[in-house]
Every structure is written in C-alpha cells, then in structure tokens.
C-alpha cells in the first residue's frame, strides 16, 4: 500500500494566508546517504549532479579521484588542518554514517 502524507504550510502575511502544499511520498526509497548529506547542510556548499552552492568543490566526480577512505578522511580531518576552506569536521558523526557518506561520494564518478 502506498501512504503519501501531505504537508501543508501556511505562512500569515498581511492578513494573507498564502499556502503551498507539498506532498511526501513515504513508500519512496530516500538513499540513507543523500538524506545525511541534506541534513548535514553539505549542499550548501557541495554541488551534486548540479543541485547544491558553489562555494566549495563539486562532488559530482569526486570518486574519480579520491578513495572511500580518502573521503572519509577528508571529512574527518580538523578543519584547522585544510589548506584552504572551511569545511567542518565530521569526526563526531557515527562510523557507520561516514561510511555511508564516503561510499556515495566514492561511487560518483
């Protein structure tokens, strides 16, 4: 069975109540990795296959030139150590999360 749950956000403007509806498909596969790539806000800087800033390094072909452990340890490293940038560091985050993420990455190319 497929569930869809819409979302209705309504914002209050001059006594306007303009309202745009999104909906949600729920039985949609959602890859674990992109969704922590969203949450962790990386597109804000990363371009990915066009979507996302341009501020730091597109990383649509990223794993034509670096390792899942090299990406990995990119993110990972303490942002006092980058030559350029200012990428944050991920080491806080769960092992098996930067696994996810460095494997996406890697599989880019």
Same mark, same amino acid.
Not at 73 to 92: C, D, I, Q, V
């Given at each position: 069975m497929k569930i869809t749950a819409t979302i209705?956000?309504?914002f209050f403007l001059g006594g306007m109540?303009?309202?745009a509806a999104i909906a949600v498909d729920n039985a949609a596969k959602i890859n674990p990795a992109l969704e922590l790539i969203q949450v962790l806000g990386?597109? &804000?800087c990363h371009t990915?296959? *066009?979507?996302?800033? @341009?501020?730091a390094a597109d990383l649509t072909q990223i794993g034509s030139r670096l390792t899942a452990a090299q990406i990995e340890?990119?993110?990972?490293?303490? &942002?006092?150590?980058?030559?350029? *940038?200012?990428?944050? @560091?991920?080491?806080?985050l769960p092992k098996e999360d930067l696994q996810r993420i460095s494997?996406?990455?890697?599989?880019l190319r």
């Open positions: 209705l956000l309504i109540i303009p309202t990386c597109k &804000a990915i296959h *066009g979507d996302g800033g @341009s501020l340890a990119l993110l990972t490293a303490a &942002a006092s150590t980058r030559e350029k *940038g200012f990428m944050p @560091s991920y080491s806080t494997n996406y990455l890697y599989n």
